[in-house]
């Protein structure tokens, strides 16, 4: 999945330290964002090979980072799916706030 690396490289060149993967749940998902300049969340559903690769790539890319990298399984997490109108996986947003977003097409 070579089509994050684009946004992986902006992401790096304007964020602070470098962080692991972590799996967000609705419970913790608005902290981390609202607690970071810049958070990429990558909504996904494990039944998806596309969901797993990604998941792979966000681990690769933990190394080059500067900011959190953030999964949410879509399968346990249905209503924080619904709230960032989540329609296919994986489902990247890169998040500067709660309310500023921005979705990242697969072209």
Request: some cysteine; glycine content about 2%.
């Amino acid at each position: 999945m070579r089509y994050i690396s684009p946004l992986l490289t902006t992401l790096s060149a304007v964020c602070g330290t470098v962080v692991a993967t972590q799996q967000a749940t609705s419970a913790d998902f608005k902290s981390i964002v609202t607690s970071n300049d810049f958070v990429l969340a990558a909504f996904i559903s494990p039944a998806f090979q596309t969901s797993k690769d990604i998941v792979r790539e966000f681990d690769i890319a933990t190394k080059y980072a500067q900011s959190p990298l953030v999964t949410v399984d879509c399968s346990t997490e249905r209503e924080l799916c619904r709230e960032y109108d989540v329609a296919s996986y994986p489902s990247i947003r890169l998040f500067n706030g709660l309310e500023k977003s921005t979705r990242y097409l697969f072209l």
